[in-house]
RNA sequence: GUCCCCAUCGUCUAGCCUGGCCCAGGACACCGGCCUUUCACGCCGGCGACAGGGGUUCAAAUCCCCUUGGGGACGCCA
């Protein structure tokens, strides 16, 4: 479905609506939708299916913007920008809608239904139990003249419900899935507009995507039965539908679509976490067969440019949050200093790492510590090392290795003022020419400098954290374990 | 229940369209080893799958049918 006839030029969209953050299967979505954009040298519109006012907020609104923007999806539409096919939220669409369901209402193709939600619910149920598919059983299709004019002149509250036509074939061809099939049969009559006077999913989708003129429709596999909803009111509304791709779902471990009982799903989650959004975008992509996983690590560009909607796999993946682990550690390690530096500059804020060292003193830190962080936040104890000096004190060994660690730590410190300056080489040897004089070395030697320097057992290698910590530093905190000892 | 979608190692996948090169390849995880002053990184090795049954064919993971399993939809949510 790569813009067969590339006369006219794509336009794609994705539309979340504002009540909840965006979570991770909704950003696989958008970015679908994006790298298919981008690869058409298409458009992206964002559209803000804000319909349900009970729990539409401006809160999650701003969250879902904020999130997509840090992925690095790229909108040339939306509410917050503006573009030649506005609006861009639904709400503010609200009499199109109504304007154009009545017109339907004018050709007898959808009708008033006066049935209260209590009462569909009750019948609803009765259906169930009586191993009925649940649905609108249609009691206000055919409703006379008289009971009609009776149910108006108690004003009523009314819907208005589209009349889907009998024994009629829907078909399409989905971009993923190939030709799907629906009888018409099995769809009931659904509501076009509420009786609160807002348009209902399905309406609004139409009616927005046709009149903001989009080509390609990606989106969850869980859309595909309205799919054919959506492709009568075409038929009714004499428009020709878009094409449409229907991406698999992403489960959590238990086979369940993904939801917050998986633990964390929302993208600004991740980001709190220390997630890169390279790594999220890599892990996503990876999910549905676009690119290896396993593979090099892909610039946005390279992306796009292995980006095929037919080449995404149908079934279901589930959520893998240990891979998604190793690919941000595989970030980490290979991304340039700059960037890198730029996703930890807000952890480094917070860590009140900014006034403490320069940023070329930053840098050699998270170069030190790279290799032993999976997450940005993993650099915290990295930059603990550096910040205070430790308490050594308890981390030493048992009491009659006291003096062995004594003898340890005067000697190397003795090496050390010896040492001109404490670099990588001047470290060396300065622990050589300790580990001779104190006749001790291997893991007891090394041990205890590092208790002594850091305060833990495990850490960057002590090469890598020594010429940071500098000759004086090294001295001080070596002179501070022996008060401890 | 009805309709729709899906089905290769625990997980993500390659292979399937255009049958033989596949007693099925890679990666994550796990286990073992190496490197090493520690953890990590890295490297090497191991474990481990074509859901089942029928066809078609000289030959099927690959094509067809059925069964099973999973998921989704059936809402005045989107």
New binding site residues.
């Given amino acids: 479905m790569n813009n067969p006839d590339n006369k006219t030029p794509t336009r794609a969209r994705f ?3 504002p ?1 909840g953050s965006l979570h991770i299967g909704n950003a696989r979505t958008a970015l679908f939708n994006d790298l298919f954009a981008k690869k058409t040298r298409g458009t992206l519109i964002l559209r803000l ?7 539409s907020s401006a809160a999650f609104e701003r969250e879902i913007l904020e999130s997509l923007k840090w992925l690095g999806i790229a909108w040339n539409e939306g509410p917050d920008r503006g573009g030649p096919a506005g609006p861009y939220r ?1 709400t503010e669409r609200e009499k199109t809608y109504r304007e154009m369901a009545e017109a339907l209402v004018e050709k007898g193709m959808a009708y008033r ?5 209590e009462s ?2 009750e019948r ?1 149920k009765a ?2 139990a009586k ?6 059983d249609g009691r206000c299709r055919h409703l006379s003249p008289e009971e009609r004019a009776d149910f108006e002149r108690r004003g009523v ?3 208005l419900r589209f009349r889907v036509p009998a024994e009629e074939s829907v078909a399409f061809t ?1 971009a ?8 018409s049969d ?3 009559d ?2 076009l507009i ?3 006077g ?5 309406w ?2 139409v009616v927005d995507d046709s009149a903001m003129g989009v080509t390609h429709v990606i989106r ?7 799919t054919p909803k959506q492709l009568l009111l075409y038929r009714a509304l004499g428009r020709t539908p878009p094409r449409y791709a ?1 991406h ?2 992403i ?1 959590g ?5 993904l939801s917050k009982r998986h633990g964390a799903t929302a993208v600004s989650q991740f980001r709190r976490e220390g997630y890169l959004p390279q790594a999220i975008v890599f892990y996503l992509v ?4 676009i690119v ?4 090099p690590l892909l610039r946005p560009e390279e992306i796009v440019k292995a980006f095929d909607l037919s ?1 995404i ?8 949050h ?2 998604l ?2 690919i941000n ?2 970030f980490i ?1 290979e991304l340039p200093m700059a960037t890198l530096y730029h996703h930890l500059s807000p952890f480094l804020k917070n860590w009140g790492v900014m006034n403490a060292f320069d940023q070329e003193k930053q840098e050699a830190i998270i170069a030190c510590g790279r ?4 997450l940005l936040t993993d650099f915290k104890v990295i930059f603990d090392i550096f910040l205070t000096k430790p308490d050594a004190g308890s981390a030493f060994a048992g009491e009659g290795e006291k003096d062995i660690s004594r003898g340890i730590l005067e000697i190397f410190a003795e090496s050390c003022q010896e040492t001109e300056t404490l670099d990588e080489q001047g470290y060396i040897s300065a622990a050589k020419a300790a580990m001779k004089r104190s006749n001790q070395r ?2 007891r ?3 205890t ?2 208790r002594a320097l850091t305060g ?9 954290i020594i010429p940071i910590l500098g000759k004086e530093e090294v001295v001080s905190r070596l002179n501070h374990a022996l008060e401890q000892l």
Wanted: proline share 6%; aromatic share 8%.
């Fill in positions: 539309a979340p609506s009540t299916e804000d319909t349900d006012l009970e729990r639904q239904c006066y049935c209260t939600e569909l619910e609803r259906q169930l191993g009925l598919p649940p649905g609108y509250p009314f819907t989905d993923i899935h190939g030709d799907i099939r629906f009888m099995s769809i009931t659904f509501i509420r009786s609160n807002m348009a209902s999913y399905n609004a989708v969850g596999d869980d859309h595909i039965s309205n229907h698999p779902l489960l471990l238990d086979g369940k679509r990876g999910l549905g067969g290896p996983s396993d593979g080449g796999s149908k079934g279901a993946a589930i959520f893998d240990k891979k682990l190793w550690g595989r390690r290799d032993n962080a999976q291997g893991k030697f090394f041990m400098l590092r833990m057992e495990h850490g960057p290698e002590l090469t890598n």
